[in-house]
Structure formats: structure tokens, C-alpha cells
């Protein structure tokens, strides 16, 4: 990937600039929980954006994106945004530091990436992360600390490609480290990293290679059931500022007075947040078997409760409870993509043989496998 963005870069602009990557993420567990101010349990994974930069003495920015084959220029001034979809990610980046006070100007770039799109790998928080980390380091000495660069990543999604997202994917794309989750209180932002080596088994993603219309729109619909029904909650218990903080029974008290698919959305995000620190307690006990169980778990209520999930879906979940998979769940933000799951060493080749087979045999494609390794996040090379 290096070389090819290093001759690019060289045959659009005659120099050599500096090199930056950032990764996409898993998450073991703790979804649609982010927005809700809950806990998540992502990492960063071996797949990643790279990107050549280098300023270029102008206001303009001149980009080329190796997997589209396409150049883009903008201005970074307000009424600039560009039309194509994946430029907007850099301009976002560019305008939010900006916003806040920190400086960009004009610059050359190449990048690439291996991050599957639209696996729910979060190929955007890495291209975005990417950018943010690279453009602190090149005008900004390092300054913008990096969770403010997580931030910059997300009110991109919000403010210029209108996805309502978390904090979940450009954190883990900035923090990652090899080898280990990190527990991020989304509320707080206070963090802890948990080595994770689960002896005898492993983490494996399942990619349906489907991804449904209208994900962006459901899934901003998902985040104002939660918002609705926080406040409802608020009016009795004050404290609560996201629906994390509220009790299962505080929302039962509220039931009368939201809709029922506000009620089932909020029923989930609160035993979500519950079901993340069970996991880490079973972690420290290296106790795979709950570990696996609170997976099929969360799989359960984004299927029934809060119903991000999809028929191909919903049947590599059932296909691995049948093949005795520890732990299997759709993960990201749903509406197709991934299932991660957890195995046991032993079960492996079978699992995977049966999943490609069978649900080849059922959706008339076969699904990717991707053998994660959890990996450093963002830095220059
Ligand atoms: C997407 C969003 C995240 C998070 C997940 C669901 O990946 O970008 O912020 O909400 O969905 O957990």
C-alpha cells in the first residue's frame, strides 16, 4: 500500500511527503451504547487507512484517493464542501480544526485503505482519524489533544455527511493499542485498556457483504428513541442526563408515556450498558464461557429490541450457536456488515467452513472472513 501511494504521490506532485495511518476497530461488546453516554469495548484492528501529506503553500487542498482513482480539490473556506461523498470526510476534518481554533492550510495528499467499506469496520473514523492525527502534527505541533481529535472525527460525521454517530470509532482509531480493548466511559471519557489474549480462542468477523438502504436514517431515527425516551425518565429522576445513567425500572415507570418502540429501544441500550461491565468482570476471571453468552446476548435485543439487524444477519448468529461458537453478535452499527465471534481453537475450520457454505447456499454469495488482530491506532510511520 505504501509504494503504490508513494508513486502516486510523487507522480501528481513531484515531492515526497510525510506518511500518517490510523486503523479501523472491532468491538467486543457495548453497541448503539456511545450516544447514550454508556460504556463501549472497542480496539483498533491491522486494518487501516495510509495517507502521504505534505502542505502545499496554498489555501487549497489537492487530494487523490488511490481505491476510488479519483482527484478532488477544495478551498477550506465554509461554502467549500465537495460534492463526492468521501472528500467531505477530509473537508469535515479540516473545517472542525478550524472551528476550534487550530490551523490548516493548503496540502497535498494520497492516501488508501484496507478497511472493508461498509462492514461496520468504521472505514470513515479511520479516514478521518487519519486525517485529524496528520494535520495536528503538520500545522498544530501536536497540540489538539486526541480525544478533541475523536471529537473532530465526529461532528465531521455530524455536521458534514449526516450521520448521528458516537464517540466509539474515531476514539478506537486514535487509541488503539496492539493487543488490547479499551473500556470507554462515554460519558466521562475516562478509559482503561484490557490486555486481551483469551487463550484457545479467537475473534473472527463474519462480513454478510450486504448493507441496507437507509442505514443512516435509521440509525439517527435509533438515537432520537433514546433521547425521547431519557427525557421522559429526566422528568422524575433529574440526574439522568443520558439514558445510561437511568435504572430498568425508571424507564417501567415511564412506559405509559413514550411509545412502545421508544420503550423496546431503551429496554436494550440499558441492559447493553449493564452487559459491558459484566464482560470485563468475566475478563478478569478469564471466563470466556459469559464472556460469549453477554454476545448472544446483545445480539438478541439489536435484533428484537432495537432491530438493527438483517435476515443474513440473524442467520450467522443462529448458524453459530449451532456450531457451538462461544460468543457471536452483529456488531457496528447494523443493518448488514459483520458478525464477530468468538471460538474456540478446535471449532474454527469447521465454523468457518459451515458459515461460508451454508449461508452461500442461502444468499447466493459467500461471506468474507476477516482474521482480526487488534493493533496500534493512529500514528505517523
Ligand atoms: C456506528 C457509530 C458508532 C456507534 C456504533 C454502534 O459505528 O459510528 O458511534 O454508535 O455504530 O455501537
Keep these: 500500500m505504501k509504494t503504490k501511494i508513494q508513486d502516486k504521490f510523487k507522480a501528481l506532485f513531484k515531492e515526497e511527503g510525510d506518511f500518517y495511518m490510523s486503523s479501523g476497530r472491532i468491538n467486543l461488546i457495548g453497541e448503539h451504547t456511545d450516544y447514550n453516554g454508556g460504556y463501549v469495548f472497542p480496539g483498533a484492528i491491522n486494518f487501516g487507512i495510509m495517507a502521504e501529506i505534505k502542505p502545499n503553500g496554498t489555501d487549497k487542498v489537492k487530494v487523490f484517493s488511490i481505491d476510488r482513482d479519483e482527484y478532488v480539490e477544495f478551498y477550506l473556506t465554509e461554502e467549500s464542501l465537495p460534492e ?212 448472544y446476548q446483545t445480539h438478541f435485543g439489536l435484533s428484537h429490541l432495537y432491530e438493527v439487524s438483517c435476515e443474513e444477519l440473524d442467520f450467522l448468529n443462529k448458524l453459530a450457536r449451532k456450531c457451538e461458537v462461544t460468543g457471536s453478535r452483529v456488531m457496528g452499527g447494523g443493518f448488514g456488515g459483520c458478525t464477530i465471534n468468538l471460538v474456540k481453537d478446535e471449532l474454527y475450520d469447521r465454523f468457518i467452513e459451515t458459515a461460508v457454505e451454508k449461508f452461500k447456499e442461502q444468499f447466493g454469495h459467500e461471506p468474507k472472513i476477516y482474521n482480526v488482530v487488534i493493533s496500534d491506532g493512529a500514528r505517523k510511520l
Design 84 to 295: 463526492q461523498h468521501w472528500p467531505k470526510y477530509i473537508y469535515g476534518v479540516c473545517r472542525e480544526i478550524l472551528k476550534r481554533g487550530g490551523k490548516v492550510e493548503g496540502f497535498n495528499a494520497v492516501f488508501a485503505g484496507d478497511v472493508p467499506l461498509g462492514a461496520g469496520l468504521s472505514s470513515s473514523a479511520a479516514l478521518e482519524s487519519t486525517f485529524a492525527y496528520a494535520l495536528n502534527e503538520i500545522f498544530n505541533g501536536g497540540s489538539i489533544d486526541k480525544f478533541e481529535l475523536a471529537r473532530i472525527g465526529q461532528s465531521t460525521e455530524h455536521n458534514y455527511c449526516g450521520v448521528k454517530c458516537g464517540i466509539m470509532d474515531q476514539f478506537a482509531s486514535l487509541f488503539g493499542k496492539e493487543g488490547s480493548l479499551i473500556r470507554l466511559d462515554c460519558k466521562t471519557g475516562e478509559y482503561k485498556y484490557f490486555p486481551f489474549h483469551p487463550k484457545g480462542y479467537r475473534l473472527v468477523l463474519i462480513d454478510t457483504c450486504v448493507k441496507h438502504l437507509l442505514a443512516d436514517s435509521a440509525y439517527n431515527k435509533r438515537r432520537e428513541s433514546c433521547e425521547r425516551a431519557a427525557e421522559a425518565i429526566r422528568k422524575n429522576h433529574p440526574e439522568v442526563e443520558f439514558l445510561s445513567d437511568a435504572k430498568r425500572v425508571w424507564l417501567d415507570e415511564v412506559r405509559g408515556e413514550i411509545t412502545e418502540e421508544d420503550f423496546i429501544r431503551a429496554e436494550y441500550v440499558i441492559g447493553e450498558v449493564q452487559r459491558v461491565l459484566d464482560v470485563c468482570d468475566a475478563l478478569e476471571r478469564d471466563d470466556y464461557e459469559t464472556v460469549g453468552e453477554m454476545m
